[in-house]
Antibody, heavy 120, light 107 residues
């Protein structure tokens, strides 16, 4: 059974850094389309970043230059390094695995999310 | 970035009702659109992808249609477990975007 488990969230001061991890089961992260999606308290969903199986990465403008998506093939994990954190980055962060068809990919599998709170 | 606008933002309906949610894109996204269902405290669940293809295991009372800039999600006969928030998502561009959500509540 495909499972995704995020970890690494917590309370961090503005300007600080945090690294989120997503541990995958029953599939190989490096050969799949993976994304991070976040949800601020009481708000909607916001795409954060994508990494394709080929290694190409993409970021939302709101996090570009501050966040870095990566994979650790030996641990079969997806990571999100978050630097220069701001209050508006406060959210639940979900990692997702894509189902790809006809040239596009959709988030078919989601983790349970990890809470990131940026506050002094 | 492509903006997605859902209507209505809030919908009150009864069990057994037929409901339709609309998602309009600020520019054409072909059929690269998905619908997700989210219940409180839970991760979103993929319902429909490629505008009209039902994800495996999703009940057939859910259906999707549309292409280009206008899309609809229809639930043919509401069940108690369908009361949730629904989001559309476009994947036509690398900058993925979601609609603001439609909250479906029991009348």
């Amino acid at each position: 059974e495909v499972q995704l488990a995020e970890s690494g969230g917590g309370l961090i001061q503005p300007g600080g850094s945090l690294r989120l991890s997503c541990t995958a089961s029953a599939f190989t992260v490096s050969t799949n389309y993976m994304t991070w999606v976040r949800q601020s308290p009481g708000k909607g969903l916001e795409w954060v970043s994508t990494i394709y199986s080929g290694g190409n990465t993409y970021y939302a403008d709101s996090v570009k230059g501050r966040f870095t998506i990566s994979r650790d093939n030996s641990k079969n994990t997806l990571s999100l390094q978050m630097n220069s954190l701001r209050a508006e980055d406060t959210a639940i962060y979900y990692c997702t695995r894509g189902y790809c068809t006809d040239g596009s990919c959709y988030s078919a599998y989601w983790g349970q999310g990890t809470q990131v709170t940026v506050s002094s | 970035d492509i903006q997605l606008t859902q209507s209505p933002s809030f919908l009150s309906a009864s069990v057994g009702d037929r409901v339709t949610i609309t998602c309009r894109a600020s520019q054409g996204v072909s059929s690269y659109l998905a619908w997700y269902q989210q219940k409180p405290g839970k991760a979103p669940k993929l319902l429909i992808y490629a505008a009209s293809t039902l994800q495996s295991g999703v009940p057939s009372r859910f259906s999707g249609s549309g292409s280009g800039t206008e899309f609809t999600l229809t639930i043919s006969s509401l069940q108690p477990e369908d009361f949730a928030t629904y989001y559309c998502q476009q994947v036509n561009s690398y900058a993925i975007t979601f609609g603001q959500g439609t909250r479906l509540e029991i009348k």
